[in-house]
């Protein structure tokens, strides 16, 4: 029997760093890292040299100092006594509000447009592309502030609400009325909605001096167990129809989980709304809306909408019509075709396009500074920069919260999204 003698190794040489493509890709790298980090010192000096030049250093005690400026949306108690580091976390919390809802409209929207677009009837889908076209190829911007002039010019002001002793002795209505059952005042000053209080309320306590209400915590606590239990009754109900054919009727065992236990919690809590009430010359109680939360919020959901709708429709277009085909022949309505077989597939290819829009509309939010919404850039970029002169600390600052809200909802999507990738058996 031959045997094939091994082959010596060759001893290492330095030249072999360059030469060999076993250790070459090694040398690019670790050259590229020094070089890249040179940089980084290089420019973190030079900063440092130029600041000292001006009598600066980089120093973030500005936001322990008092901040002095009133914020009108909040959702944590301030007030211009508070320091700038809170500030910036109210408008943190301005930020994320306008960027969680936004998503969430922004996906209805788009879902919907994208579908209907697609739709048989002729006046639907051109009413759609006219949507989709307008508001992609017209800048955001625009949209805000056309929103913001809509909402501050046209709607009427507080004293027309006003129903003086003559008007009710002639019987005449005022010029203007609250909506939804008497319940909301739209004025040219704001939205006024009802504030919702509880008689007997779990009390609350404070983190690093932000309010943490038990009340609210122990409704999403049950809203969560909730959601889960009705999960578990659906998993069940699937599983039943996989062994048996018969899918157990669950929609109104659903309906209890869903909706009965909060409803008792709200009730055991005394839960009642305050409504705004016309008294001098504005209306008192309720929650007031400010129009530029509302014009910001309504301009980036329609805009953001209007390029999640030509994702959509490009996912539904990328799934063969023999999934149709297939689902017609199995008696399936088109709705039912398009909700079960059709939006399940494209969601593969929806998604990724979906993250970026996300990412978009979170960074668009900082747009809302030109309607005075003080978000996190309106805050700690606009007021607090000028007051202290803390440029850098504060571009660093904004740049450092935007990169971890872009890779958390980033991240979020992306488990998702590899939830929804085909499993292979």
Same mark, same amino acid.
């Given at each position: 029997?031959?045997?094939?003698?091994?082959?010596?190794?060759?001893?290492?040489?330095?030249?072999?760093?360059?030469?060999?493509?076993?250790?070459?890709?090694?040398?690019?790298?670790?050259?590229?890292?020094?070089?890249?980090?040179?940089?980084?010192?290089?420019?973190?000096?030079?900063?440092?040299?130029?600041?000292?030049?001006?009598?600066?250093?980089?120093?973030?005690?500005?936001?322990?100092?008092?901040?002095?400026?009133?914020?009108?949306?909040?959702?944590?108690?301030?007030?211009?006594?508070?320091?700038?580091?809170?500030?910036?976390?109210?408008?943190?919390?301005?930020?994320?509000?306008?960027?969680?809802?936004?998503?969430?409209?922004?996906?209805?929207?788009?879902?919907?447009?994208? #579908?209907?677009?697609?739709?048989?009837?002729?006046?639907?889908?051109?009413?759609?592309? #006219?949507?989709?076209?307008?508001?992609?190829?017209?800048?955001?911007?625009?949209? $805000? $502030?056309?929103?913001?002039?809509?909402?501050?010019?046209?709607?009427?002001?507080?004293?027309?609400?006003?129903?003086?002793?003559?008007?009710?002795?002639?019987?005449?209505?005022?010029?203007?009325?609250?909506?939804?059952?008497?319940?909301?005042?739209?004025?040219?000053?704001?939205?006024?909605?009802?504030?919702?209080?509880?008689?007997?309320?779990?009390?609350?306590?404070?983190?690093?001096?932000?309010?943490?209400?038990?009340?609210?915590?122990?409704?999403?606590?049950?809203?969560?167990?909730?959601?889960?239990?009705?999960?578990?009754?659906?998993?069940?109900?699937?599983?039943?129809?996989?062994?048996?054919?018969?899918?157990?009727?669950?929609?109104?065992?659903?309906?209890?989980?869903?909706?009965?236990?909060?409803?008792?919690?709200?009730?055991?809590?005394?839960?009642?709304?305050?409504?705004?009430?016309?008294?001098?010359?504005?209306?008192?109680?309720?929650?007031?809306?400010?129009?530029?939360?509302?014009?910001?919020?309504?301009?980036?959901?329609?805009?953001?909408?209007?390029?999640?709708?030509?994702? #959509?429709?490009?996912?539904?277009?990328?799934?063969?019509?023999?999934?149709?085909?297939?689902?017609?022949?199995?008696?399936?309505?088109?709705?039912?075709?398009?909700?079960? #077989? $059709?939006?399940?597939?494209?969601?593969?290819?929806?998604?990724?396009?979906?993250?970026?829009?996300?990412?978009?509309?979170?960074?668009?939010?900082?747009?809302?500074?030109?309607?005075?919404?003080?978000?996190?850039?309106?805050?700690?970029?606009?007021?607090?920069?000028?007051?202290?002169?803390?440029?850098?600390?504060?571009?660093?600052?904004?740049?450092?919260?935007?990169?971890?809200?872009?890779?958390?909802?980033?991240?979020?999507?992306?488990?998702?999204?590899?939830?929804?990738?085909?499993?292979?058996?």
């Amino acid at each position: 029997m031959a045997h094939v003698a091994s082959v010596p190794k060759e001893p290492f040489r330095l030249s072999m760093l360059v030469y060999d493509t076993r250790y070459r890709s090694y040398t690019i790298q670790i050259v590229v890292l020094v070089l890249f980090l040179a940089f980084l010192a290089w420019l973190l000096n030079n900063t440092i040299v130029n600041l000292a030049a001006k009598d600066k250093d980089i120093n973030f005690s500005f936001l322990f100092q008092r901040a002095g400026y009133d914020i009108d949306q909040q959702l944590i108690p301030y007030t211009n006594d508070s320091t700038h580091g809170r500030a910036l976390f109210v408008g943190l919390l301005n930020t994320l509000l306008v960027a969680f809802i936004g998503c969430i409209l922004a996906t209805v929207i788009g879902v919907m447009a994208g #579908v209907l677009r697609l739709s048989h009837n002729w006046v639907v889908s051109r009413l759609m592309t #006219v949507y989709v076209e307008t508001f992609r190829n017209i800048p955001l911007l625009l949209w $805000i $502030i056309l929103a913001f002039v809509v909402f501050s010019e046209t709607a009427p002001a507080p004293r027309d609400f006003r129903v003086t002793e003559e008007m009710a002795a002639a019987g005449e209505a005022p010029a203007a009325s609250k909506i939804l059952f008497d319940s909301v005042a739209f004025t040219n000053r704001g939205t006024s909605i009802p504030r919702p209080y509880l008689d007997h309320p779990l009390g609350s306590f404070s983190i690093l001096d932000v309010p943490i209400n038990l009340s609210v915590v122990a409704a999403l606590a049950l809203i969560a167990l909730c959601v889960w239990i009705n999960g578990r009754l659906i998993a069940n109900a699937k599983s039943v129809q996989e062994a048996t054919g018969e899918r157990p009727v669950t929609w109104w065992k659903s309906l209890i989980i869903l909706f009965a236990p909060i409803i008792a919690l709200l009730y055991a809590l005394g839960f009642h709304l305050e409504y705004p009430e016309l008294k001098g010359f504005n209306f008192q109680g309720g929650i007031n809306v400010a129009h530029s939360f509302t014009a910001l919020l309504i301009a980036i959901s329609l805009y953001t909408g209007a390029f999640i709708a030509e994702a #959509v429709r490009a996912g539904i277009l990328a799934i063969s019509k023999g999934q149709s085909e297939a689902a017609y022949a199995l008696g399936l309505r088109p709705g039912r075709t398009m909700r079960l #077989v $059709i939006l399940p597939q494209a969601l593969r290819v929806i998604v990724p396009p979906l993250i970026s829009q996300y990412l978009n509309l979170t960074k668009n939010t900082t747009l809302g500074m030109a309607i005075s919404y003080l978000d996190l850039k309106g805050t700690l970029g606009g007021i607090t920069l000028n007051q202290t002169g803390r440029e850098l600390e504060c571009m660093l600052l904004m740049m450092l919260i935007y990169l971890v809200l872009s890779l958390i909802i980033s991240s979020g999507m992306n488990v998702f999204n590899t939830a929804m990738k085909l499993k292979e058996r």
